[in-house]
């Protein structure tokens, strides 16, 4: 039984899914953060506090993704859910194809563990799964959840993932513009079959981009190549497509991040993701800012907060 008035910190990284030609599979742990302080109250009782990005369009109620993650670990472990008090501050943008609501659910299924902490025991691969039953796909939240660079796939026993070390030598960096975009619009442009030669193709990039975000940062632009999703997607985003073309023309190893609008520049060096920046700011249309981020390797965690500390 969580104890009423328990709190835990939880903080959870952005993300950036597909990578270019891993679609559904690859994601990459960014170092942009969701900050979230839970208190079990007693049961019934509900409390939201929410700053940052789309803090004025996320609900105060039941259906706030956080709560409904937090209320499907408890019932996935056959305990009453406490009544909730949720202090959310949100570092990652929200719309923009840097994984936030799988980072909100990462952000649920992590509190719920660290107020269950105790009496439930929750393993890597309970998370992973209750995360990817609320998401739908695990590729952006097994990154949330783990950090690095994550391989994430589904088998008879549900989703699997592995985590990779990323080389030092890859220095990325997203490009965010101010509109947003749906991730369920932008899958409803892909169609159901593509040509065997792009499978093909996207497969051996795919390979290749072990290699080059592990070994060799040297072959990343040619390993970020795509023929399964992007295209697809151009329209509906014009102004994205326009500049991972023009970045990728110029040498940069651009891809669209996750579902879009933002673009992610896979960088072989610090200087030169400041060279993409400088081409952005040089051929754009409309304001994008440059996010110049880390590669998270930690992922997600929670720890207590003692009684009164909160």
Do not use: C
């Not at 105790?118 to 039953?133: F, I, K, Q, Y």
């Amino acid at each position: 039984m969580t104890p009423a008035r328990r709190s835990v910190h939880v903080r959870v990284p952005a993300t950036s899914a597909n990578l270019g030609p891993g679609f559904d599979t690859l994601g990459l742990a960014l170092s942009a953060y969701d900050e979230l302080t839970v208190t079990a109250l007693p049961e019934g009782e509900l409390e939201i506090e929410v700053t940052g990005s789309g803090a004025e369009e996320i609900p105060r109620d039941e259906s706030h993704l956080i709560v409904r993650a937090i209320r499907h670990v408890f019932a996935d472990a056959g305990r009453p859910a406490p009544g909730l008090r949720l202090v959310a501050h949100n570092g990652v943008p929200h719309g923009r194809g840097l994984g936030s609501s799988g980072a909100a659910v990462s952000a649920g299924v992590l509190a719920a563990k660290g107020l269950l902490e105790g009496d439930v025991e929750l393993s890597e691969n309970d998370l992973l799964r209750l995360a990817t039953e609320l998401e739908g796909h695990p590729d952006n939240v097994a990154p949330a959840l783990f950090g690095g660079l994550t391989i994430a796939w589904v088998d008879e026993r549900g989703p699997q993932h592995k985590k990779l070390l990323v080389h030092r030598g890859v220095a990325p960096v997203v490009f965010v513009p101010e509109t947003t975009m749906s991730t369920s619009l932008a899958r409803s442009l892909q169609p159901l079959q593509v040509p065997r030669e792009d499978a093909v193709f996207n497969v051996s990039r795919s390979a290749l981009l072990i290699a080059a975000l592990t070994q060799s940062p040297e072959l990343l632009l040619a390993a970020t190549e795509d023929k399964l999703h992007q295209n697809y997607r151009a329209e509906a985003m014009p102004e994205t497509h326009r500049l991972v073309q023009a970045l990728r023309a110029a040498g940069f190893a651009a891809v669209v991040s996750g579902a879009g609008p933002s673009v992610l520049v896979l960088a072989d060096g610090p200087g030169r993701r400041v060279e993409a920046a400088e081409l952005v700011a040089r051929v754009a249309d409309t304001p994008w800012d440059a996010l110049m981020l880390a590669v998270d390797f930690k992922g997600g965690t929670v720890r207590d907060i003692p009684v009164g500390a909160e």
